[in-house]
């Protein structure tokens, strides 16, 4: 990761970690960093 400024963090636009990645079915990543209340909104709309 190289720390805050690595080629990771930069690529998925992470800004603190811990970070948590909601990623869907594909492998592809579809949020960063969600808050509870959104991440239960999208596991609602995935199901």
């Known amino acids: 990761m190289k720390g805050p400024n ?3 963090m ?3 636009g992470i ?6 990645l909601l990623v ?3 492998g592809k990543i ?3 960093d969600i ?3 959104k ?3 999208k596991l609602q709309q995935a199901l």
Do not use: C, H, M, W
Request: aromatic letters at 8%; charged letters at 35%.
């Open 10 to 12: 930069q690529r998925f």
């Open 6 to 8: 690595g080629e990771d």
């Open 15 to 20: 800004k603190v970690i811990p970070a948590n």
């Open 35 to 37: 808050s509870y209340l």
């Open 30 to 32: 579809v949020a960063v």
């Open 39 to 41: 991440l239960k909104r």
């Open 24 to 26: 869907d079915e594909t």
